[in-house]
């Protein structure tokens, strides 16, 4: 192990480190394009290096992206992939309160844990780790995507009835296109572009970005500028210090993302969601979640890079690629003749080692880069809305366009933004219609497979009476329950106040006797 | 509509009943949702069932709630913010028709150069020749990323 190590810490490994960190940065701030293209960009690239080296540079590309997609989420609101959703809720509010730095650093301190947690697991837990994501049958993951929905009353904004219609409206639009099981075309009502669904991302910026640009718009006359920066000295201490105060939701956070990365399909969109549902959940300033809070940016950080290191494990234990750039990884080592499973580590430990190493100093620079550059990004947030907004519409309809080469979902963009933007003025929050949009397809996977395998051994016996799945339903219900007494409070708690506040109202136009 | 003893769901002026408008907007994908459900049978339906009668309940609460117990919010500051909203919305959308005749390079820096103009608070030719310059910067920029750097073709027209 100390043999890669040291391999990775070489001059050669480090320059090309550094340039995929850097070349995963400029892609990931970029809404529409994602670290699998940019990973899948790269592949031929390592045809000529050694295997060691390709997967050095795609980590970095990946490491880096992840960190990057945080950037457009906290200072235009809008995340640059669905992996940065949960980012966007605490980031942009930063942003308004002219925090951007402190979130941008925040991301990137984030990032680090993250990142280093999962190269830790990978490097020294992937063949047990990679065993248990064997035991999740259709049905855990049914029962897995349950729990993740409860969510929605995390992120429901101010009415619960309408975070969860947003929610099953995200997992209805989830629906368009060919059925993942049964192969039916459903909902596409005679538009053939919308048989292979709506793309994810082009749904996340007309969900977040679009509104935002028309926000914008609205508040031209009273407000110029997107947010306000105020340059703090030593914000990069205070934040850290922060953040470190509270370990254990970067710890908590670190090891819900390994665990929900090493099963294949979930991956960082799903584990960022969880992680910050249990930071609100746990934390003594719960109320500030939504509002601003650094934690909440670095739980969903931490989250989506733990779980962007941990989705590698199945790839390198088992040989079974869980998430999409896990895919290009695989293809990268089939070219250069190696087979990914148990036998890797035990011919191929050098080269293991030496990405598991790569992948944790990707998130050290990650962070070096991430820190330096957040004072110049964080002023991005100055320039005046009438130049900010028609680049970012550009850019949101370059995104869109560039998934699938098809102006259909340029105007999917447009409708779902439109219809988000109305949506958002009668009180619908974009985060359950994401969560929904995101979760659709592992939920639907799920409950039809487990149907299926009812109809062979009795509903009971598969979606009950499972081990796996009675610890996730009495988490599920844990959460629904810790969900209703928190909202009770929370709503007798606003009663008193405002009882409070009419009582304190009247005494002070004199209508009730102080005694 | 109120004297048949529905409440209207644009009150005084710009405020709105939300839970009521929230349930209409709900009862459309219902209502697309049931369409779509019409006579399909199979695995690939069961899920999209559940999903619509689901949502069916939740349209029915939020409308519940808009006759009972009505939550009511401000849509637009006023009839300016309203108008600019919807020329916003043509402006975009007749920017996305032009692509695919004129392509991205020649509608693009267009477009954006106008609504850089007319969003500006101030105005005259310092504020145009600023704008041509972030223009054409930005245009250069994407050309180099997407074209040059990944390789992403982006929309041509019949122009370009």
Known sequence: MLEGLLLALTPYYLFLLIAGVLGGIIVGALPGLTATMATALMVPFTFALEPAAGLVILGGIYVGAMYADAIPAVLINTPGTAAAVATAFDGYPLTKKGMAQHALIAACFASLVGATIGAMFLLLLAPPMAALSLRFGPPEYFWVTVFAITIIASIAGESFLKGVAGGVLGLLLSTVGVGVVGGATRFTFGIMPLQAGLQLIVALIGLFAFPQLIRMLEERFTRNVAGEYVNVPHAARDTILTLIRRPLNLIRSSLIGVFIGILPGAGPPVASLVAYNEAKRWSKDSHEFGHGSLHGVAASETANNSSATASIIPLLALGIPGAPVAAVIYGVLLIHGLRPGAQLYATQGAIVHTFGWSLLLAGIVTFLLGTLLSRPLGRIVQIPNAVLVPIILLLAIVGSFALRNTMVDVYVLFGIGVGAYLLGKIGFHPGPIALGLILGPIVEGGLVTSFALSRAKGWYEVFFNRPLSQVLIAMTIASIVWTIYTRAADFRRRNNDAADDIVTEVRAAGGIDNG | ?160
Request: hydrophobic share 55%.
């Open chain 2, 1 to 160: 509509m109120a004297e048949l003893g529905i409440p209207n769901p644009v009150v005084r002026g710009e405020r709105v009943n939300s839970d009521l408008a929230s349930g209409l907007s709900m009862l459309v994908f219902v209502v697309l949702g049931f369409i779509g459900l019409r006579g399909r049978t199979g695995d690939s339906w069961i899920f999209p069932r559940v999903l619509v009668w689901t949502l069916l309940i939740l349209t029915i609460g939020l409308l519940a709630k808009g006759f009972i117990r009505a939550e009511r919010v401000e849509m637009f500051a006023s009839r300016g913010v309203l108008r600019d909203v919807i020329l916003f919305c043509i402006v975009v959308l007749g920017f996305m028709r032009l692509i695919p005749q004129f392509g991205y390079w020649v509608a693009s820096p267009v477009v954006a150069f106008g609504m850089m103009i007319v969003l500006s608070p101030e105005k005259g030719r310092r504020v145009i020749i600023r704008s041509a310059i972030i223009v054409t910067a930005t245009m250069v920029l994407l050309y180099l990323l997407f074209n040059r750097g990944f390789g992403v073709p982006l929309p041509r027209g019949t122009f370009w």
